[in-house]
């Protein structure tokens, strides 16, 4: 009787550990194909069909349906040019140009992936619609406090991610993205 409790206890212990595990692996956005250009992470084969597991489960999770291979690029960052994670308390520059893309969108979102609600509703930016200086770069500004120019409000006080997406771009994530080619993302300030 006491083997069996034993056995039980060890099987309800490796069950949680394994679950706990998997549940990190899945929020952290699973250490598999996955590239880095500055604080911008990539998942190469998210929309593949041969995805791993654990990345169709994040997908699943997040309720993402993402872009496929041939259609173009998600690059995500959780943390500034310093490594420093976003800080809603603090101002962001995102700056001064993107990789090659016929289209592209910036949107700020929540750790789990849903647009941040703001005063504003303002959820993100698209290439069409941004002011640029006349050599064609530009600054989009992520605060709490407004900003002339390009600005997307953060809205609430909580961690946040921004999402740069690529559409229709000749790069591809499993060769690299140049990390000069993709905006920094520099804190200028904090509250």
Same mark, same amino acid.
């Given at each position: 009787m006491i083997a069996l409790v034993k056995g039980l206890l060890a099987a309800a212990a490796a069950l949680a550990l394994g679950l706990f595990i998997t549940q990190t692996t899945l929020k952290d956005g699973g250490p598999f194909d996955i590239v880095e250009a500055g604080p911008w992470r990539i998942a190469t084969r998210a929309g593949a069909i041969d995805a791993d597991p654990y990345t169709r489960a994040g997908l699943e999770q997040r309720g993402e349906i993402p872009?496929?291979? $041939?259609?173009?690029?998600?690059?995500?960052?959780? *943390? !500034? !040019? =310093?490594?420093? +994670?976003?800080? +809603? &308390?603090c101002d962001y520059s995102v700056s001064p140009h993107v990789p090659p893309a016929r289209y592209w969108t910036l949107s700020l979102v929540d750790l789990d992936g849903f647009p941040v609600e703001n005063a504003a509703e303002r959820y993100g930016f698209r290439s069409s619609e941004i002011l640029r200086a006349a050599d064609g770069s530009f600054a989009i500004w992520a605060s709490a406090q407004a900003h002339a120019g390009n600005w997307l409000p953060i809205g609430q006080n909580r961690p946040f991610a921004l999402v740069l997406r690529l559409y229709d771009s000749p790069? =591809?994530?499993?060769?690299? *993205? !140049?990390?000069? =080619?993709? +905006?920094?993302? &520099? &804190?200028? $300030?904090?509250?």
């Amino acid at each position: 009787m006491i083997a069996l409790v034993k056995g039980l206890l060890a099987a309800a212990a490796a069950l949680a550990l394994g679950l706990f595990i998997t549940q990190t692996t899945l929020k952290d956005g699973g250490p598999f194909d996955i590239v880095e250009a500055g604080p911008w992470r990539i998942a190469t084969r998210a929309g593949a069909i041969d995805a791993d597991p654990y990345t169709r489960a994040g997908l699943e999770q997040r309720g993402e349906i993402p872009l496929a291979l $041939g259609e173009g690029l998600q690059l995500i960052a959780r *943390v !500034d !040019d =310093s490594g420093r +994670p976003l800080d +809603p &308390r603090c101002d962001y520059s995102v700056s001064p140009h993107v990789p090659p893309a016929r289209y592209w969108t910036l949107s700020l979102v929540d750790l789990d992936g849903f647009p941040v609600e703001n005063a504003a509703e303002r959820y993100g930016f698209r290439s069409s619609e941004i002011l640029r200086a006349a050599d064609g770069s530009f600054a989009i500004w992520a605060s709490a406090q407004a900003h002339a120019g390009n600005w997307l409000p953060i809205g609430q006080n909580r961690p946040f991610a921004l999402v740069l997406r690529l559409y229709d771009s000749p790069i =591809s994530a499993t060769a690299g *993205v !140049d990390p000069a =080619s993709a +905006p920094k993302i &520099r &804190r200028e $300030g904090c509250a």
